[in-house]
């Protein structure tokens, strides 16, 4: 981008949008235009804005991977729980050893 674009525009702003403007350009160290029109290019060099199809599919591999993750926690819990089952028949197996073998100890 060239100092001199060619063209002028009047353009009318809020209030409050001019003073954001005003503070973005300062942090970046460029002039009100240049952050307007850095602004304006980046949002029709952006994919996600000039091809909504590709932020629906983005959405759509996000909402495949979200059901995965469930899928994955209902295999777990399914898994946790099988496992506390198992350590409660181990729990009272183990008691009935421990009682069995105070019976039989002299």
Do not use: C, W
């Amino acid at each position: 981008m060239g100092k001199h674009l060619g063209v002028a525009y009047n353009l009318r702003l809020p209030p409050e949008l001019k003073d954001k403007i005003a503070e973005s350009a300062k942090e970046l160290n460029r002039s009100m235009n240049a952050d307007i029109v850095a602004r304006l290019e980046q949002t029709f060099s952006d994919p996600i804005i000039n091809d909504p199809k590709s932020i629906i599919d983005r959405f759509d591999k996000v909402i495949s991977i979200i059901e995965q993750q469930e899928q994955t926690i209902k295999n777990q819990d399914q898994t946790i729980t099988a496992l506390k089952n198992m350590l409660n028949e181990l729990s009272v197996s183990t008691t009935q050893a421990v009682e069995l073998l105070k019976k039989k100890a002299p």
